[in-house]
T-cell receptor
Framework: GAVVSQHPSWVICKSGTSVKIECRSL??????MFWYRQFPKQSLMLMATSNEGSKATYEQGVEKDKFLINHASLTLSTLTVTSAHPEDSSFYIC???????????FGDGTRLSIL | AQSVSQHNHHVILSEAASLELGCNYS??????LFWYVQYPGQHLQLLLKYFSGDPLVKGIKGFEAEFIKSKFSFNLRKPSVQWSDTAEYFCAVKGSGYSTLTFGKGTMLLVSP
């Protein structure tokens, strides 16, 4: 089946640093990748949608200058949290699909803790 | 805008009990519907999906769901749960032909042996 690999699984860093999270589709070409944020005991909230080779489309309320998304190839998308602060601590999950009419496949998520 | 409502935040059952998790959605057009499961410490996995055709959809591990268009519902069922079904279950919806999913808040199922 389709596999999505997300790295790192857990990162702890100081306030003010930038953190990059990678999302790779291992056995299919991900024309579209999605980034979600999940708060404890809450649902997944879509942050942005990225299509390979295009600028990401951000959901309302998501700062595009803070959450930089790059989808440079059909198998890799990155999310960079710039100048991270404690309120950015959360669980970030990526997903990918090769077609709009197909289900998304999810990565394992990255737990980000900002001290 | 589309939205998804899951009726129960927590469900506790004994093994062999029957399960039904409620899911209602709102969307103005043709929908695709999904149930995902997240086992402890694992990523979201697709249980089943409805795109078109027979409104009774069978998924993995004995789960099924019924799409009732008139009720905007897509409830998940399993006749006899097992301890290994302990997990969080998410209902999700997207417009047909679109890729953006909207998730419900999830239902945590705990099955006691």
């Amino acid at each position: 089946g389709a596999v999505v690999s997300q790295h790192p699984s857990w990162v702890i860093c100081k306030s003010g640093t930038s953190v990059k999270i990678e999302c790779r589709s291992l056995d299919f070409q991900a024309t579209t990748m999605f980034w979600y944020r999940q708060f404890p005991k809450q649902s997944l909230m879509l942050m942005a949608t990225s299509n390979e080779g295009s600028k990401a489309t951000y959901e309302q309320g998501v700062e595009k200058d803070k959450f930089l998304i790059n989808h440079a190839s059909l198998t890799l998308s990155t999310l960079t949290v710039t100048s991270a602060h404690p309120e950015d601590s959360s669980f970030y999950i990526c997903s990918a699909t090769d077609r709009a009419d197909q289900p998304q496949h999810f990565g394992d998520g990255t737990r980000l803790s900002i001290l | 805008a589309q939205s998804v409502s899951q009726h129960n935040h927590h469900v506790i059952l004994s093994e062999a009990a029957s399960l039904e998790l409620g899911c209602n959605y709102s969307y103005g057009g043709t929908v695709n519907l999904f149930w995902y499961v997240q086992y402890p410490g694992q990523h979201l996995q697709l249980l089943l999906k409805y795109f078109s055709g027979d409104p009774l959809v069978k998924g993995i591990k004995g789960f099924e769901a019924e799409f009732i268009k008139s009720k905007f519902s897509f409830n998940l069922r399993k006749p006899s749960v097992q301890w290994s079904d302990t997990a969080e279950y998410f209902c999700a919806v997207k417009g047909s032909g679109y890729s953006t999913l909207t998730f419900g808040k999830g239902t945590m199922l705990l099955v006691s042996p």
